[in-house]
Nanobody, 123 residues
Framework: QVQLVESGGGSVQAGGSLRLSCAASGYTYSTYCMGWFRQAPGKKREGVATISTDGSTSYADSVKGRFTISQDNAKNTLYLQMNNLKPEDTAMYYC?????????????????WGQGTQVTVSS
């Protein structure tokens, strides 16, 4: 059974940093595209960043230069380092896996999702 479990969320002040983790199990991790997504109350789920099987990455314009996606294939774990956080980054953050296309705005191609971890940034 495929399972994704996020952790690392919390509350920080603007300008602070957080690192999210996503532990994967139940499938061959390195063969899937992995991504981070977020959803704020009353808004659609949006892509944040993805990392493909060859290590190439994509980022939403709103997080470029501030967020970094990475992974440790030996640990089956995905990370999102978030620096210089802004109040508009406040959302539930989800990790997800795709066996197909791999780009941050291709949300429908990601068929396996974690339960999410909350990030709250205060001004």
């Amino acid at each position: 059974q495929v399972q994704l479990v996020e952790s690392g969320g919390g509350s920080v002040q603007a300008g602070g940093s957080l690192r999210l983790s996503c532990a994967a199990s139940g499938y061959t991790y390195s063969t899937y595209c992995m991504g981070w997504f977020r959803q704020a109350p009353g808004k659609k789920r949006e892509g944040v960043a993805t990392i493909s099987t060859d290590g190439s990455t994509s980022y939403a314009d709103s997080v470029k230069g501030r967020f970094t996606i990475s992974q440790d294939n030996a640990k089956n774990t995905l990370y999102l380092q978030m620096n210089n956080l802004k109040p508009e980054d406040t959302a539930m953050y989800y990790c997800a896996a795709s066996s197909g296309y791999c780009y941050y705005n291709l949300v429908p191609y990601f068929g396996t999702w974690g339960q999410g971890t909350q990030v709250t940034v205060s001004s």
